[in-house]
């Protein structure tokens, strides 16, 4: 508030213009004047800042006036003003701080002074100035150190810290009143209030440009809602450095300012010892947010009760009762959160909130919790609602992340989406300033003193944050820096630090801070280092009865420096601090420890149901804790009856986690069962039951990871041990693996091989003859049973009929990928077992198999109709709901028979993928979405929005496999041939091997996958044929038709009668060699369209007329043909068909040119060029522009 600085320019200017020995009246009243300011600022501003405890009186107040003008002008005595401190009154004995004519006292003085305004310059003869002043009581300790500091200035060797200018007088001034709250306390209070704390660990210094640049972006978000310029994306900062550079200590900071503003914030922190627990981190993170709800609902605001209210009715909307039901293993808040009846306020309900997600140690999270994390921040930011609202703080160590690491993958694939808005800010070491600063704050010495020690600090310490912090303890631990009650500050020597021997690392400082702790501390400390980072006080307690005075050490360990409270959690206040302890005791010793620990709670765990906060996994029950700690242990544990209990024990845990779908987790416990019996197999005979639980449990986790390597070796292990039948839902998860790991080749025949030893007989290389005779047979069969009759025989199948059909269904899976021969035996196989048997939901999809025959080789369109009902209605009969089955039996119809009842329609399969995804059903939730997104591309969509679209939903697929991601890849070709836009090949690049369309053209090459090769050379031949070069057109036709060999339809098969028939009579036209053979094609094609426009007209019906006007074109018919082309663009226009609205626009004009109707075929090509610019297909447009040399239309 006062620029002293005016005051010593103009003093300096007045000292120079008189010379350095006069000091003139104007000086002395300039710097007056300046006292005054500032000592009114200090003195009585300060109560209104919170600072009651200095708030000194009027008298005081012209004391301190009086003083600091003596110091200023230049008195070097004490005496020269002491009179009005502690002058005794001689009428009444008593000093003037005590006397009623004090007032009267120092008004005098206040008059000797000014007229004596420059005092003699007497040299102070003892070395307690600062005592002097200190002991009158009148001001504050470092009021008393400055004024010391200014009066000995000339005292040379024996001064304590004297002024060198009078720009160090300003810069004390101008700290004091700055920061007031550091230097103007009482530190002999707060000495002896900190007495064995630690000091340093609790300040944050040096990071202000980092921390600005991140609340600058949460300011950014909080404005645009006023601005109304919203932006897209959650904003993800993420934080590097090495260990110890003070990424944590930097988000905390920004974490409490944010929180101050209002921000909800949830934290998370992984562990390198519990990497297990990763899924569990994250659920407790997000069960922080649903509790923060929880808290808002039970509290008495009513804005903040509507506003929970209206949460728990999002989410209900967004997900339903049952799949939240399902989540209340994974966030146990969630039960909390749901009360009987809600009551909601809407006239209360406040905006949205702002919250900030922070995860530390990223480096040590695993593949499946970063993939989620990702999910979930991709998801939000796709949120529009919410996108803007959310920020992301991510912290890991940079030097620890290799490019094959899971968390790197991830960090690449979140900087590509656009959903995603990410910082990145790397964290370097504390500069000498930081330094300073820190030291400053924790002693209350201004800058000029502590600057040499910050010097030698850095010089030792590299500025590593945690190195300085701990370096620092070990100066005041070896009492190198004291505190003198004499000088009422902390001392040093710099010269006795220059020379002091330092660790090598941060390790060795850290240890050499605790040899000081007595052994029982230490011992402690070892038993809390086994849980990791984190704890809560419930299992404290519980350790209390294994090891006493844990509970009663926890104060002095904070007062350290070693641990941190946060309400009833306990956490290690660096994660080095955690590994130097938990290394500090001998191996064997250790693994002693956790048996022990592991062993206590094992047995406490029978009588404890209650969840416990470990390593911030909020879901721990004791059980899994106890195997934790035994776990650690196993190599210690030698006892073949210890070993069957802990194999349970981590079945136990194992169980409850996959309920919770905390796969990692899951797998984790039941290895771990594994590891514990015995090698030579005993167990199978001694302890089948066990066995069987362990393998199951960890069969059923890797296939939920996807990890098709680790369910082959359990199911290898089962199957030599344990009879065929009794297995089969092993073998199921076995077959399945390999269908979702692409391996459909070895899915069929290994399925084959299985449903043989079921009484199933399936020849491995059919021929032609047998399928279509079992076919016939099956759908002859089918037929003699009535709607009423199929839903009666709906019923709960047993656990072997369910294990076959899930055997058949993987086959069936793998065989539609495939187009192989063998996918309709199995479908009939099933089909007839189902009718003998009994039909359950998993065997619907089977069903569709019918109506798919009934299209391609009956050319049955209602009897196709009649099937895919039934299937529909056998989901609805079962008494076995399968949320899976009614997908993906919504999914096969969708893409085989409902395309020929009505226009293409992304909507049904965009809902099939949300359902999907709700539950959890990723393959098929990505062909829902794949195919949905290519319905768009082929049935007209604005090409513009799509490109977005392609891209987004490339990255999102591209990391679940190579099969999907090609198939996707396929789509941008033809979109950017379409649009004349670059493919962005970044996207898939290291995630499933391609990066350029070459690599698309080689995989087709070497690709035993027929439908893959049959769609790539349809894709090529309609990019031939916008080219217009048709005769390489028809060669990809061709070659496709060659690959057509499944007797399964699929919508494709559409595009290549349309399209196909196009190209053939384009080619029929352009050579002119009167080849009959191409017509008869074109008939075909024809044919094919009129018998599916007898079902849907709306679908079909543009296609077929626009299909007969280019067959009436090419034989000549010029009565029918412009009448057909007219007809076909109607239809296209009533169905809002653009793409084909302007294809027949531009094939009319084409017919118009050839017979000569020039005026007529301008016209027509101008529309075509407007709305193929509608569509977006920028390149088609351009090439049509300067193919008949006209001009863009887009006026029209």
Request: net charge negative; aromatic share 8%.
């Amino acid at each position: 508030e006062i620029n002293l600085s005016d005051y010593a320019i103009e003093y300096e200017q007045r000292e120079v213009a008189n010379g350095d020995d006069e000091f003139e009246e104007g000086i002395s009243e300039i710097l007056l004047l300046g006292i005054q300011e500032l000592s009114t600022t200090l003195f009585d501003d300060l109560p209104k800042k919170g600072h009651r405890q200095h708030h000194l009186s009027r008298e005081t107040h012209m004391q301190i006036q009086e003083l600091l003008f003596a110091v200023f002008s230049q008195a070097r005595s004490l005496d020269a003003i002491a009179p009005p401190f502690a002058r005794e009154d001689s009428a009444s004995g008593t000093s003037s701080n005590g006397s009623e004519n004090s007032a009267s006292a120092s008004s005098t003085n206040t008059a000797s002074v000014h007229r004596h305004r420059i005092g003699p310059r007497v040299r102070a003869t003892e070395s307690t100035t600062v005592s002097k002043l200190v002991d009158m009581k009148a001001f504050p300790v470092f009021i008393c150190r400055f004024l010391a500091d200014m009066i000995d200035t000339d005292r040379g060797d024996e001064a304590e810290s004297p002024f060198s200018s009078f720009q160090d007088v300003i810069e004390d001034l101008e700290l004091m009143m700055a920061r007031p709250h550091i230097f103007l306390q009482d530190l002999d209070i707060l000495h002896q209030q900190r007495r064995g704390h630690s000091l340093f660990g609790q300040v944050h210094c040096g990071r202000e440009e980092e921390a600005l640049s991140i609340i600058s972006i949460a300011d950014q978000m909080q404005q645009s809602l006023v601005g109304g310029d919203v932006p897209v994306g959650v904003e993800a900062v993420f934080i590097t450095g090495a260990a110890g550079s003070g990424k944590s200590r930097l988000a905390r900071a920004v974490i409490g300012t944010l929180e101050g503003l209002g921000w909800i914030s949830i934290k998370a922190k992984f562990d390198q010892r519990r990497a297990h627990a990763s899924g569990g981190i994250i659920s407790s993170m997000f069960d922080q947010a649903v509790s923060y709800v929880v808290n808002m609902r039970e509290s008495k605001d009513p804005a903040s009760v509507a506003y929970s209210e209206q949460v728990c009715k999002s989410v209900l909307a967004k997900c339903g009762a049952f799949n939240v039901r399902r989540l209340t293993g994974w966030l146990p808040s969630l039960l909390l959160l749901f009360p009987a009846s809600l009551k909601y306020s809407p006239g209360h309900l406040e905006p949205g909130r702002f919250m900030v997600i922070c995860c530390d140690d990223l480096q040590f999270s695993d593949q499946a919790s970063t993939s989620l994390l990702g999910e979930v921040l991709i998801n939000l930011g796709g949120t529009e609602e919410i996108s803007h609202r959310c920020m992301f703080l991510g912290l890991f160590r940079d030097n620890e992340v290799d490019e094959d690491h899971p968390f790197a993958i991830q960090y690449a694939y979140l900087q590509m989406s656009t959903n995603i808005n990410t910082v990145e800010i790397k964290i370097s070491g504390l500069s000498r300033e930081a330094i300073a600063d820190m030291i400053m704050q924790v002693f209350k010495l201004p800058r000029r003193v502590v600057v040499g020690l910050a010097d030698v600090v850095l010089k030792k310490t590299t500025g590593l944050t945690i190195f300085v912090i701990e370096f620092l303890h070990s100066l005041l631990r070896d009492s190198i820096i004291v505190y003198s009650r004499k000088k009422y500050c902390y001392t040093w020597e710099l010269d006795r630090i220059e020379f002091i021997p330092t660790s090598e690392n941060v390790t060795e400082m850290i240890l050499s801070n605790l040899k000081h702790i007595s052994s029982e501390s230490k011992r402690v400390l070892q038993i809390l280092s086994c849980f990791g980072t984190q704890t809560d006080m419930p299992l404290l307690q519980e350790l209390e009865n294994y090891q006493g005075g844990i509970i009663s050490s926890l104060k002095e360990f904070a007062d350290m420096g070693i641990l941190d409270r946060a309400g009833p959690i306990v956490i290690f206040s660096h994660d080095m601090i955690l590994q130097s302890i938990y290394e500090s005791c001998e191996l064997h010793e250790r693994l002693m420890m956790h048996y022990g620990i592991g062993m206590h709670l094992g047995k406490a765990a029978s009588s404890s149901s209650q969840l416990f906060f470990s390593g911030n996994q909020i879901t721990s029950p004791l059980i899994s804790l106890a195997c934790d700690q035994i776990n650690f242990a196993s190599e210690y544990i030698t006892d073949e009856a210890e070993k069957i209990m802990f194999a349970e024990w981590n079945r136990l845990s194992g169980e409850k986690l996959l309920h919770a779908c905390d796969f990692s987790a899951a797998q984790y416990y039941f290895a771990c069962g594994i590891s514990f019996l015995a090698d030579d197999g005993k167990n199978w005979q001694t302890d089948r039951e066990l066995s069987m639980g362990l393998y199951q449990g960890a069969v059923a986790a890797a296939f939920a990871l996807g990890k098709g390597d680790a369910v082959t070796r359990y199911v290898g292990m089962v199957l030599w041990h344990v009879p065929f039948k009794e297995c089969l839902d092993i073998q199921a998860s076995f077959i399945k693996s390999l269908a979702l790991s692409d391996k459909h080749e070895e899915c069929i025949s290994q399925g084959i091989i299985l449903l043989g030893k079921l009484g199933f007989d399936i020849p491995p290389t059919p021929s032609e003859t047998d399928i279509f005779g079992e076919i016939v047979s099956t759908a002859s069969l089918a037929s003699e049973y009535s709607t009423d009759d199929i839903k009666s025989l709906c019923q709960e199948a047993d656990a072997e009929t369910i294990a076959i059909v899930n055997i058949a269904d993987a086959v069936f899976v793998s065989a539609y990928a495939t187009e192989s021969p063998i996918l309709p035996l199995v479908a009939c196989s099933i089909i007839r077992h189902s009718l003998k048997k009994g039909i359950c939901a998993e065997a619907a999809i089977f069903f569709t198999a019918i109506a798919g025959i009934k299209v391609r080789l009956q050319q049955d369109l209602p009897g196709a109709k009649y099937w895919a009902e039934v299937s529909r209605e056998i989901i609805k009969s079962s008494p076995n709901k399968n949320k899976d089955s009614e997908l993906r039996t919504e999914l096969i119809l969708g893409l085989s028979i409902d395309i020929f009842f009505q226009p293409l329609n992304p909507s049904n399969l965009f809902n099939c993928y949300r359902a999907a995804m709700a539950v959890g059903k990723i393959d098929t939730a990505l062909m829902s979405l794949n195919n949905a997104v290519r319905y768009q591309l082929l049935g007209g969509y604005n090409l513009a929005l799509l490109s977005k679209t392609y891209e987004d939903r490339l990255k999102f697929t591209a990391k679940h496999g190579k099969y999907i991601a090609k198939h996707m890849a396929l789509d941008i070709v033809l979109l950017s041939e379409l649009t004349g836009k670059s493919t962005h090949w970044a996207s898939v690049i290291c995630r499933c091997g391609i990066s350029s369309l070459d690599d698309l053209k080689n995989d087709n090459e070497t690709s035993k996958d027929a439908r893959w090769c049959h769609r790539f050379h349809l894709y090529q031949m309609m990019i031939s044929f916008f080219r217009k070069d048709y005769l390489d057109a028809e060669d990809e036709l061709v070659t496709a038709l060659g690959f057509l060999i499944s007797k399964l339809p699929q919508f494709m098969s559409i595009y290549q009668a349309f399209y196909g028939g196009l190209v053939t009579l384009q080619v029929y036209r352009q050579l002119g060699d009167n080849n009959r053979s191409r017509l008869e094609q074109a008939k075909d094609s024809i044919k094919n369209l009129e018998n599916w426009a007898e079902n849907s007209m709306p679908a079909f019906g543009n296609k077929l007329l626009l299909l007969q006007a280019e067959y009436s074109a090419s034989i000549g018919d010029h009565v029918n043909a412009p009448q057909q082309y007219l007809d076909s663009i109607i239809a296209a226009r009533a169905h809002g068909l653009i793409h084909e609205l302007a294809l027949a626009q531009e094939l009319l004009g084409n017919y118009y040119c050839s017979i000569n109707g020039h005026e007529e075929a301008r016209e027509s090509l101008q529309l075509a060029l407007m709305y193929y610019n509608q569509w977006g297909a920028v390149a088609v447009k351009e090439r049509l522009m300067k193919h008949h040399d006209l001009c863009d239309s887009s006026e029209v």
